[in-house]
């Protein structure tokens, strides 16, 4: 039986995965906003575990993560609100984004036991090194079901794209450019096509998608071009900043 995540993927359509953070704007808005977009026609849920020392994160995500702290959103009451996403679709893949150390706060066993029993489909955790999770890792994800992506930037050499190609059971990461989070422009730029193409050429077996820094429907169709899918994090939290939210999806999706 394929996962939620091997289904979309068989889809023949353009992709497009929404990057929610948990507890923004309200403490409770998570599952509000999940079923707009799922009413929308969005493929793919990532949702923003709000952390204290967000690595990639640009401005805008910090600030709704600084604000969903503010409310009170923690690792457990996340939990609770994708239970109630997940009773508005059993198809829609639901993938968690956040640090490793929030993982080893919770306890690394307990934190997937818990993503598999709320209906989690997969984990991004950037600071998890490729090495850190086969040494250690592998045998409890596969042991609860919870898939895992690796991101790929343009310094990543070709070898160790093929590591983490080999290695990821969901989709990998483009990351379009080195930047944080959020530092987007009106379209790709040479460098980043080039870089697209590097990365489409290798033929690598796991689904990709692009993200960092996309914010328009234009830029999504041409990320479309060289993956599997574009990614929408900092322009839809900054939509909903300015009640903006179902409008924007609605642009990208008509």
């Known amino acids: 039986m394929k996962t939620r995540i091997e289904q979309v993927f068989k889809q023949d359509k353009d992709l497009l995965n929404i990057f929610i953070t948990a507890g923004y704007p309200q ?10 977009l799922i009413n929308q026609g969005v493929d793919v849920l990532e949702i923003g575990m709000p952390y204290s020392d967000p690595l990639a994160d640009g401005e805008v995500i910090q600030e709704a993560s600084s604000i969903a702290l503010n409310n009170g959103i923690t690792i457990n009451k996340i939990f609770g609100q994708v239970v109630e996403i997940r009773r508005m679709s059993d198809s ?9 150390n ?9 934190f997937l036991k818990k993503s598999k029993k709320s209906g989690v489909d997969g984990l991004i955790i950037p600071d998890l090194p490729v090495e850190v999770y086969l040494s250690g890792y592998k045998e409890l994800f596969e042991q609860y079901g919870i898939k895992i992506s690796f991101l790929i930037t343009p310094q990543t050499s070709e070898e160790r794209i093929k590591m983490l190609d080999k290695t990821c059971t969901s989709f990998l990461y483009i990351v379009s450019d080195n930047s944080l989070t959020g530092t987007s422009s009106d379209g790709f730029n040479k460098e980043q096509l080039a870089y697209f193409k590097r ?8 689904p990709t998608m692009i993200g960092f820094g996309i914010s328009s429907k234009n830029m999504v169709v041409e990320a479309n071009k060289y993956a599997d899918g574009a990614i929408i994090g900092s322009a839809y939290i900054e939509a909903i900043r300015t009640n903006e939210g179902v409008k924007f ?3 990208l999706t008509s």
Not at 92 to 100: A, E, N
Not at 102 to 110: A, D, K, N
């Open 27 to 36: 403490i409770n808005s998570l599952p509000n906003i999940a079923k707009e």
């Open 92 to 100: 829609i893949p639901l993938i968690l984004m956040g640090y490793f």
């Open 102 to 110: 929030q993982l080893l706060q919770v306890g690394v066993e307990e």
């Open 199 to 206: 990365i489409k050429a290798l033929e690598l077996s796991s």
């Open 249 to 251: 999806i609605e642009m």
